[in-house]
């Protein structure tokens, strides 16, 4: 088939991986191929058992996949070959040197912007997918700029907004898809030729163009922002186990003032994934690198108030267990960061589990998605973990249950089977408040919830 433009991806991950198969089914005229350096992946891609659990993913790739959308390793020859380069690479935290803890490890990154200087020919846009600190794309021209060919570059900012366990859904109806570039004749040229893509199936309306730097910026705004309201409302939480005021009635009654919106009010374990921290401490280092110190602290306090939330959880439980966890068995329903996803990144599930795990409290860890990346995770821990796919085995003889997840299929368990093969008291603390509390507690549960009055039995 004869093709129009060729898009490449670098990168085959949650972003690339999922973005490039909608990309795909909604542009057949464009051909489409994500690259990696992990030859595993890739052959996953290629397979029937796609390397990330994303709801509905698969139909598309089974769909698109050997019509115009391509998986490969031949990064080079694509390179030279792509008219539209997108990169969306790991921008982890970085774990050494100057901005350790902090700033974005970018190694990965200028790894692929020499790759393309080194394999192009001809003109090219590149698009920063990855999420890059502000001012990113004035270091990626830089290298681009040292070309000794005809090669030549313009680098546009397309950041991605998805969720991971509804990604489908968010790339087939995004609220905004946000393209930033300079503001030059060849600027806005290349970002017209982004917004093409996207005029496939977005309405024009919701494709917002802006200058490079805002559009780098925006998105670790938003990030900082969706973080923000999550911690707010789990800092209320803790001010609600004192009080006896309920989380969940709070939420409702200041969500439905339509100013304040009722979305990301869920009070939780504390938020977890890839990408918040790590988004915000970046957010905090260019504050502090532009001596910006109050801007800095402000934000911190999104990541320190979302440490407290997990230690707070954890306290809670060895309390409520008569102060020792020791060679008691626990159930933990639950070890993904979120539900409909296996991803385990920055999941405060690690956290609790060695805290547990330092109390010697013994583990059986269930989950739908997530217990390959959980014995990953946890290899070489020291302590007693068993992994149980069945949430009746491994709440089965445990003194307690802690849902860290919210899975739909932990809703539906029957919990009034659960509890009677567990010890007693049996316990039970809902992490995300999805379970029928008061139902629980008169099954003969001591339940504990986030941000509500305890229901207890015994004491
Ligand atoms: P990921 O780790 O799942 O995928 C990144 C992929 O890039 C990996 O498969 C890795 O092997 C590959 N890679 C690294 N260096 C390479 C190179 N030189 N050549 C070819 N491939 C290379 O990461 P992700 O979750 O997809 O995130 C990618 C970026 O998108 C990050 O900046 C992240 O902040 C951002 N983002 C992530 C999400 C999300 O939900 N995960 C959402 C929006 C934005
Ligand atoms: C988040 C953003 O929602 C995306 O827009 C963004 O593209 C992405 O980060 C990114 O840049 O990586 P994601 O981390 O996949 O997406 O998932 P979220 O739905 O935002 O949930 C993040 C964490 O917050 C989860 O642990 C979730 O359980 C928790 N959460 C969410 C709460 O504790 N309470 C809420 O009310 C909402």
């Known amino acids: 088939m004869n093709f129009g433009k060729k898009i490449l991806c670098i990168g085959a991950g949650y972003v690339g991986g999922p973005t490039m198969a909608v990309i795909a089914l909604k542009c057949p005229q464009?051909?489409?191929?994500?690259?990696?350096?992990?030859?595993?992946?890739?052959?996953?891609?290629?397979?029937?058992?796609?390397?990330?659990?994303?709801?509905?993913?698969?139909?598309?790739?089974?769909?698109a996949r050997g019509l115009?959308?391509?998986?490969?390793?031949?990064?080079?020859?694509?390179?030279?070959?792509?008219?539209?380069?997108?990169?969306?690479?790991n921008t982890p935290t970085k774990t050494f040197g100057l901005g350790a803890g902090m700033a974005p490890d970018l190694q990965y990154w200028e790894k692929t912007a020499r790759e393309i200087l080194e394999s192009s020919e001809?003109?090219?846009?590149?698009?920063?997918?990855?999420?890059?600190?502000?001012?990113?794309?004035?270091?990626?021209?830089?290298i681009l700029k040292t070309n000794e060919n005809d090669s030549c570059f313009e680098v546009v900012c397309n950041p991605e907004f998805l969720a991971e366990g509804t990604a489908i859904q968010d790339l087939l109806e995004p609220d905004r898809v946000l393209i930033g570039s300079h503001q030059t004749d060849s600027g806005l040229k290349a970002a017209e030729e982004i917004v093409k893509i996207y005029a496939n199936w977005v309405p024009k309306e919701k494709i917002i163009t802006t200058n490079l730097?805002?559009?780098e910026l925006s998105k670790l705004v938003a990030n900082a922002f969706l973080a923000q309201r999550i911690s707010s409302i789990n800092s209320i939480s803790a001010l609600c186990e004192k009080t006896e005021a309920d989380i969940s009635e709070i939420s409702f009654a200041i969500g439905s003032d339509r100013r304040i919106g009722s979305k990301f009010l869920n009070a939780s374990v504390g938020f977890g994934?890839?990408?918040?921290?790590?988004?915000?401490?970046?957010?905090?280092?260019?504050?502090?690198?532009?001596?910006l110190d109050e801007v800095a602290e402000y934000w911190e306090m999104v990541v320190k108030i979302n440490e407290y939330q997990q230690e707070r959880f954890v306290a809670?439980?060895?309390?409520?267990?008569?102060?020792?966890?020791?060679?008691?068995k626990i159930a933990i329903f639950g070890f993904a960061f979120k539900a409909n996803t296996g991803d385990t990144r920055e999941s405060p599930a690690k956290y609790i589990v060695k805290k547990l795990l330092e109390e010697k409290a013994i583990l059986s860890i269930t989950d739908p998605q997530a217990l390959t990346n959980a014995r990953m995770d946890l290899a070489g821990m020291d302590g007693q973990i068993a992994f149980e796919a069945d949430?009746?085995?491994?709440?089965n003889e445990a003194s307690a249950i802690v849902l860290i997840t919210e899975w739909d299929e932990f809703k539906r368990l029957d919990y009034d089977m659960i509890y009677k093969k567990m010890r007693k008291p049996a316990l039970i603390f809902d992490g995300r408040n999805i379970l029928d509390h008061q139902t629980l507690f008169s099954l003969g549960f001591d339940v504990y919830p986030i941000g509500k009055p305890s229901l207890t039995h015994s004491h």
């Open 30 to 63: 464009y051909k489409v191929t994500v690259v990696d350096i992990n030859e595993d992946k890739i052959r996953q891609w290629n397979s029937d058992q796609l390397p990330i659990y994303e709801p509905g993913l698969d139909g598309i790739v089974k769909k």
């Open 68 to 89: 115009n959308l391509f998986f490969s390793t031949d990064i080079k020859g694509c390179i030279k070959d792509a008219d539209i380069i997108f990169v969306s690479v």
């Open 122 to 142: 001809g003109s090219k846009i590149i698009v920063e997918k990855s999420t890059l600190p502000v001012k990113t794309a004035q270091a990626m021209e830089g």
């Open 213 to 215: 730097w805002s559009s």
């Open 273 to 291: 994934g890839s990408c918040f921290k790590k988004d915000i401490l970046n957010l905090v280092y260019i504050a502090e690198s532009y001596g």
């Open 316 to 328: 809670r439980i060895v309390n409520a267990m008569f102060n020792t966890a020791v060679d008691k």
């Open 391 to 395: 949430p009746y085995k491994a709440a």
